[in-house]
């Protein structure tokens, strides 16, 4: 059975400095990892796609990382500013699933400091 | 081109009741997933329908059930609603044999009491 695993839980930053979001998943055979954001009492946002043939992704000032064999993803967001202050979460998709069913890790709440 | 779009976006029941909530997908998706997502906790898979049939589904009891029309759209219902029930409800739509990215709608908030 997957799991995801998000560390830290929480996460607060003075504004400027970069963030490095981390997710571990215990299933390396996985299909692709999507990165999302998500504001108080709101739906998700797709931040980045990862491919499981990717080594990364990059938009803007985010980017993220894919290491299958470890079974690890990381998201890195530079020059950080109160307006990325959210909850940010990973999820995997399995490999040759039946459908497109995504195991999401617990999230990181990001709390970006003026 | 209108994203995943839920109704309604806020809900109050009391337990024992039941409740139906609302998805139309993204334009062009054939394939509607529902997840659960608790205070504070990741978003749980609860199933996912195509071609109007339920073709996975997660940890969650018959309680929770579903429908897919053929315009995609899809309905969960949950019966005999318990307090342990409050939660966002989100929707999501995708291609099934796409690689691309799932889209979410901006959830319905149950509150059962």
């Known amino acids: 059975k997957q799991e995801v695993t998000q560390i830290p839980a929480a996460l607060s930053v003075p504004e400027g400095e970069n963030l490095v979001l981390n997710c571990s998943f215990t299933d390396s055979a996985i299909y692709n990892l999507q990165w999302f954001r998500q504001d108080p009492g709101k739906g998700l946002t797709s931040l980045l796609l990862?491919?499981?043939?990717?080594r990364e992704q990059t938009s803007g000032r985010l980017n993220a990382s894919l290491d299958k064999s470890s079974g690890r993803s990381t998201l890195y967001i530079a020059a950080s500013q109160p307006g990325d202050s959210a909850t940010y979460l990973c999820?995997?998709?399995?490999?040759?699933?039946?459908?497109?069913?995504?195991?999401f890790g617990g999230g990181t709440r990001v709390l970006v400091k003026p | 081109d209108a994203g995943v779009t839920q109704s309604p976006t806020h809900l109050i029941k009391t337990r024992g009741q039941q409740v139906t909530l609302r998805c139309s997908p993204k334009?062009?998706?054939?394939?509607v997933s529902w997840y659960q997502q608790a205070l504070g906790q990741g978003p749980q898979f609860i199933f996912q329908y195509y071609e109007e049939e339920e073709r996975q589904r997660g940890n969650f009891p018959d309680r929770f059930s579903g429908h897919q029309f053929p315009n995609y759209s899809s309905e969960l219902n949950v019966n005999a609603l318990l307090l342990g029930d409050s939660a966002l409800y989100l929707c999501a739509s995708s291609l099934r044999y796409s690689s691309y990215e799932q889209y979410f709608g901006p959830g319905t908030r149950l509150t059962v009491t």
């Open positions: 990862i491919q499981s043939s990717q």
């Open positions: 999820a995997v998709r399995p490999i040759k699933a039946a459908g497109n069913k995504l195991t």
């Open positions: 334009s062009g998706h054939d394939t």
